[in-house]
């Protein structure tokens, strides 16, 4: 969808080890050492220089970004961000999501990079509600993108229906 003449935000449902973009977005935990879901399959895929690499990076707090090489992947940089675990919403979680989408997007601006695929961070094993998650990131995205001058594509990654579903919605046009 076109948010404007430069820019483009979309949702596509696919397995994001596949996109051949700039830099793809890995939903980590603390210790970047790898684990499973999307963080799973994205080391699998990258083989293990990538993990080679994040031993190096010393863990990452969540809310924060860091960047790695990608290896065997089609993109060519990893950026490796930590969401919240959902634990009612009472305890900062909207504020974390959001800074993950941001933090991301400003790593790979400080790069140069111009096209970011992002996951559905947190969606998976840390419970963040699927709909509360999509209306964050979204709009973290379109705000953060306003002071972008390099990044101008941004993917949202659903590996599934409803997720999908949600960003179509959430990026239609009011
Ligand atoms: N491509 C795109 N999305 C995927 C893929 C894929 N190949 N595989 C899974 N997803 P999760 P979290 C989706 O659990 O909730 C890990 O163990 C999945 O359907 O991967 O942030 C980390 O090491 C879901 O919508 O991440 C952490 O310990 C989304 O990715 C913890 O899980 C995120 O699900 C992080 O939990």
Redesign the pocket.
């Known amino acids: 969808m076109a948010e404007n003449d430069a820019r483009v935000i979309e949702a596509v449902q696919?397995?994001?080890?596949k996109l051949a973009v700039d830099a793809i977005v890995n939903?980590?935990?603390s210790?970047l050492l790898?684990?499973?879901?999307?963080?799973?399959?994205?080391h699998l895929a990258a083989g293990p220089a990538l993990l080679a690499e994040c031993v190096k990076l010393n863990g990452c707090p969540a809310g924060e970004a860091k960047i790695s090489g990608a290896y065997r992947l089609p993109c060519k940089f990893v950026i490796h961000t930590?969401?919240p675990?959902w634990r009612g919403g009472g305890r900062g979680e909207e504020k974390l999501l959001a800074s993950c989408y941001r933090k991301s997007l400003l790593l790979a601006e400080e790069r140069g990079l111009e096209s970011v695929a992002f996951?559905?961070?947190?969606?998976?094993?840390?419970?963040?509600p699927?709909d509360k998650a999509a209306s964050c990131a979204i709009a973290s995205v379109r705000d953060t993108l306003k002071s972008c001058a390099s990044v101008r594509r941004v993917l949202f990654?659903?590996?599934?229906g409803e997720?999908f579903a949600l960003y179509r919605k959430g990026l239609a046009p009011a």
Request: charged share 10%.
């Open positions: 696919a397995d994001i080890t939903a980590a935990n210790s790898g684990g499973g879901g999307v963080d799973g399959a994205i930590v969401g675990v996951p559905n961070i947190s969606t998976g094993v840390y419970g963040y699927k990654v659903c590996f599934d997720n």
